[in-house]
């Protein structure tokens, strides 16, 4: 083979092989930005639902994901529901990520009294919340009306979340999508892996 082929047939592979990995990376990004995200749990304003040091992935695609760098979201596949962790970003940047659980959306009226939360006049369990400083008395919310294209959002760890009590309700506009699973979890402070974490549907 002369030197002229194989010069060739070396820059053909080389080709190749920037177009198979230009294409992944395509497809990479358009997923993450589009389908799949991973977020990281930063704080204990979710526990014990979730825990400071867990990596999660969340479907950006539910609540009907915005296209990059311009102001335009593709259709939702449903609205988002009381219950639903969703991930978003805070209304007062518009930047940062936040994850809460929804605990109601537009039309919907919300009262909580001490530890116990009524949406539209029915009292609701809610056996996912943890209170941290026992039995000590705390400022009512409420009653409250969210708006039209809004949802409100409470931390499960309701005595350690800063949330819609505080700022307000949610635009939807501001969501980014529904927690899915826990894809890994470390614990900062034992320094080691929680491994029976991994793995573990978000609820």
């Known amino acids: 083979m002369a030197s002229g082929e ?15 990995i230009g294409t992944a990376v395509i497809l990479a990004l358009v997923v993450r930005a589009l389908i799949v995200q991973s977020y990281h749990i ?20 539910l609540y009907g994901a915005k296209m990059p760098f311009v102001d335009f979201y ?29 605990i109601a959306v537009e039309g919907q009226t919300v009262e909580l009294r001490g530890e116990r939360l009524f949406v539209d006049g029915v009292e609701k369990k809610e056996e996912y919340v943890k209170y941290i400083y026992g039995d000590v008395p705390r400022n009512p919310f409420g ?15 309701r005595d350690n979340s800063y949330d819609s009590r505080w700022w307000g309700p949610v635009n939807r506009k501001f969501l980014r999508g529904k927690a899915l699973f826990i894809y890994f979890s470390l614990d ?16």
């Not at 039209?148 to 409470?154: E, G, R």
């Not at 491994?195 to 549907?201: L, P």
Request: charged residues 35%; proline residues 6%; glycine residues 6%.
């Open 143 to 157: 009653p409250y009306t969210v708006p039209k294209d809004h949802i409100l959002v409470f931390g499960d760890n």
């Open 74 to 102: 593709f259709p939702a596949v449903r609205d988002p529901k009381a219950g639903d962790i969703v991930i978003f970003k805070w209304p007062g940047d518009g930047k940062t990520d936040y994850i809460k659980r929804c």
């Open 42 to 61: 930063p704080s204990e304003s979710m526990e014990d639902t979730l825990l400071k040091g867990d990596f999660l992935f969340a479907n950006k695609f």
């Open 188 to 203: 900062y402070k034992k320094h080691w892996i929680r491994f029976s974490r991994i793995g573990d549907i978000i609820r």
């Open 6 to 20: 194989r010069a060739a047939q070396k820059k053909s592979k080389l080709r190749e092989y920037v177009e198979i």
